[in-house]
């Protein structure tokens, strides 16, 4: 569903908190490697986007951003629609069914975008590897 943005300002250097759907939520550390459930606008709608898992790539702490990619569920390589890499250990990641992880678009998602304290899940060292590898070619 659609859902517009609710989160106000947050930024864990300065120790404010956050406001998202009415619920004061404290502050987050995103590292690299760790799959978090986001607030994600449409690149194609600003102001409307919806919730999804995010895979953080690269965290900028000094501007309270996470630079992450997209978690899915549908495999875009299939029909040429995107480039995907399944995470193969979906669920000691967190999530709750088989799913890719969007490697053709990075993301800036502002930390009061981050809708809970802690990750979803963490992917494991090996694969992280493969990952990285796959986001730099």
Not at 12 to 29: A, E, V, W
Request: charged residues 25%; hydrophobic residues 40%.
């Amino acid at each position: 569903g659609w859902i517009r943005k609710l989160a106000g300002p947050f930024c864990p250097l300065i120790g404010t908190t956050k406001r998202t759907m009415g619920f004061t939520m404290p502050s987050c550390d995103p590292k690299p490697g760790e799959i978090w459930l986001a607030y994600v606008e449409f690149l194609d709608h600003p102001g409307i986007g919806k919730v999804r898992p995010v895979f953080v790539i690269d965290v900028e702490s000094e501007m309270c951003i996470a630079i992450a990619a997209k978690v899915t569920s549908k495999d875009l390589s299939a029909d040429g629609s995107g480039r995907c890499v399944p995470i193969i250990d979906w669920r000691e990641c967190g999530l709750l069914k088989p799913s890719y992880l969007r490697i053709d678009q990075k993301l800036e998602v502002a930390f009061e975008n981050l809708l809970r304290d802690e990750p979803l899940g963490t992917l494991s060292p090996v694969y992280l590897e493969l990952v990285v590898g796959a986001l730099s070619a």
